[in-house]
């Protein structure tokens, strides 16, 4: 029997509070560029292990570095001074069973396309240096990483993940919002750089919802452009809120800006790594895509982190999924948090403990849905195994 709790949270859903205040840093912003790199490099070398032992084996990318560079941002088009400084920094398994693995080339690799996909206006060859350091992973956790022939690894540490359900209206729209800047909007606005942030904050009914976009230089020829340009992002930040919530809600873009002095928010790069914004792994974004004050996080950084056995990987993914799955499945649920905790040595599929948290509709108790919520909580633990391969295969998401 797995050790799965279930009880009553002692305090208001989310959605009930009176303040909530709820941020995610986009995909072009220092923190996140880290993320993502981090990830993209632990997917390459997942599928280098696969492809040469038929294994993922023992690694961790977790602690890239981004030192900001500094640049001269002009209407029409402006310039990068100093590049960017990326630090791949991490523990790889070099050689196994006799053969040796190009892992600070197959890193080099997988940031340069990674970068290249998520900042289209950074010159790679100029705008960003990428220097890779791999270390060997220490004997005990190579130890601990597993045995062949085992089905469940061991965990690889004494950590714990934690997860939520459903989102509030307030996260979904600073969720949505940032996604939808950062994919069809962008696509047809290429003004609009990759580094959005989104503060959100509600205080009763009212949302007020904070945006820092930077816009790109070389699409914007004046200060009219660059107010068109914020405007506009203004309007679909309002569209997007307005399809989660009949709450009034403001929004205000680049709200540092100084017009009469010409102190605005305008990059060369799309990027405010370009001038003095530094970066790392697991400072922005939790494994939900979102920072969440009013509820539990964990410190872990989810990304680059070893998808086999490494805890603040699998269950902050796995939390994640399994919050969301109970209040999809069982009725009367308002508000779920799930925590899980890892043994380092124990299988990865017994935690030491599995605590779920609920608070539920009028009229439904603890008691009328616990055996559902443990009977969830207990299949998702059992099929563990299937969030590494997801992860491998880059099909769940970590910040």
């Known amino acids: 029997m797995r050790n799965v709790r279930v009880s009553r949270l002692d305090r208001s859903a989310v959605e009930d509070q009176d303040v909530e205040i709820v941020e995610r840093k986009g995909v072009g912003h220092p923190d996140s560029l880290c993320d993502g790199v981090a990830e993209a490099v632990s997917q390459s070398l997942s599928q280098l292990y696969l492809d040469r032992v038929g294994k993922v084996l023992h690694y961790n990318t977790d602690e890239t570095q981004l030192v900001a560079g500094r640049a001269a941002p002009a209407f029409g088009g402006g310039e990068v001074l100093e590049p960017i400084y990326l630090l791949i920094v991490g523990r790889a398994t070099k050689r196994y069973d006799g053969e040796q693995?190009?892992?600070?080339?197959?890193?080099?690799?997988?940031?340069?396309?990674?970068?290249?996909?998520?900042?289209?206006?950074?010159?790679?060859?100029?705008?960003?240096?990428?220097?890779?350091?791999?270390?060997?992973?220490?004997?005990?956790?190579?130890?601990?990483?597993?045995?062949?022939g085992v089905e469940v690894p061991m965990a690889n540490d004494t950590s714990y993940g934690v997860g939520h359900a459903p989102l509030t209206e307030t996260e979904q729209i600073v969720l949505g919002a940032e996604r939808e800047l950062n994919g069809p909007y962008a696509d047809s606005h290429p003004e609009l750089g990759p580094d959005v942030k989104l503060m959100g904050k509600r205080e009763g009914d009212h949302i007020d919802i904070t945006v820092a976009a930077a816009i790109v230089d070389s699409y914007v020829d004046g200060m009219d452009d660059y107010l068109d340009a914020v405007a506009s992002v203004r309007e679909r930040v309002i569209e997007v809120a307005e399809s989660h919530t009949d709450r009034s809600v403001a929004v205000e873009v680049n709200t540092a800006d100084d017009v009469d002095a010409g102190s605005i928010y305008l990059t060369t790069t799309g990027l405010s790594a370009e001038q003095g914004d530094d970066g790392s792994v697991g400072r922005g974004n939790r494994a939900n895509g979102l920072i969440t004050p009013n509820r539990p996080m964990?410190?872990?950084?989810?990304?680059?982190?070893?998808?086999?056995?490494?805890?603040?990987?699998?269950?902050?993914?796995?939390?994640?999924?399994t919050a969301h799955r109970v209040v999809e499945e069982v009725d009367g649920i308002r508000d779920?948090?799930?925590?899980?905790?890892?043994?380092?040595?124990?299988?990865?599929?017994?935690?030491?403990?599995?605590?779920?948290?609920?608070?539920?509709?009028?009229?439904?108790?603890?008691?009328d849905v616990e055996d559902d919520v443990t009977e969830i909580v207990d299949q998702k633990l059992a099929d563990v195994t299937d969030v590494t391969e997801r992860a491998v295969d880059g099909d769940l998401t970590t910040f």
């Not at 100029?126 to 062949?148: P, R």
């Open 101 to 148: 693995f190009p892992v600070e080339s197959t890193a080099l690799e997988a940031a340069r396309e990674y970068l290249a996909e998520t900042a289209p206006e950074l010159d790679l060859g100029t705008d960003v240096v990428i220097d890779v350091k791999l270390g060997e992973g220490s004997g005990d956790l190579q130890s601990v990483f597993g045995e062949d």
């Open 336 to 367: 779920l948090q799930l925590r899980i905790l890892s043994q380092i040595g124990r299988p990865i599929d017994q935690p030491h403990v599995a605590d779920a948290r609920l608070v539920t509709e009028e009229g439904v108790t603890v008691a």
């Open 298 to 321: 964990s410190m872990e950084a989810t990304s680059g982190k070893n998808p086999v056995n490494h805890i603040g990987k699998i269950y902050n993914l796995l939390s994640t999924e």
